[in-house]
């Protein structure tokens, strides 16, 4: 009974080191040949990881992006990610994430962006914008 319970118990060991120390960059592979965003410069676990540059079709370009899943908020039924990133040389920090039941949500989104690029990044033509636009967003979803 013992020999068993101790084989268990490395056997289930094993895999969840396998599971915390999976690297990042085989999973950014996958997604960038799979959707449309190319992922460059990918460092850390899965988990605990950082990317030089995320290029989106549309050109939206985010450098040194960093991100940190919280792992203790599987326990109230949600998957979550700390977000740091770069956009136009402006800071973007937010938590992102989902609920198990599909419900998609944002919080403590902090950003600046010029209002000249989001007039251009929207496609509008017509307007004409200046200034920056500041977003401090507690929660959304």
């Known amino acids: 009974m013992k020999k068993r319970y101790y084989f268990i118990t490395a056997i289930a060991s094993y895999l969840l080191i396998l599971l915390v120390t999976i690297p990042a960059k085989p999973i950014t592979d996958l997604i960038s040949e799979n959707a449309p965003v ?50 136009l040389d402006e800071a973007i920090t937010a938590e992102a994430g989902s609920s198990l039941l599909g419900r998609v949500f944002v919080n403590d989104l902090k950003a600046t962006v010029a209002a000249s690029e989001v007039t251009h990044l929207a496609n509008i033509p017509i307007a004409r914008l200046d200034g920056p636009i500041i977003l401090d967003i507690q929660h959304a979803h």
Do not use: E, H, P
């Not at 989106?56 to 991100?67: K, P």
């Open 38 to 87: 190319t992922i460059k410069g990918v460092s850390g676990t899965l988990w605990d990881g950082r990317a030089y540059l995320i290029t989106f079709d549309n050109n939206i370009q985010l450098d040194q992006t960093s991100w940190s899943f919280n792992l203790w908020k599987l326990l109230i039924g949600q998957l979550s990610v700390d977000i740091d990133t770069t956009f």
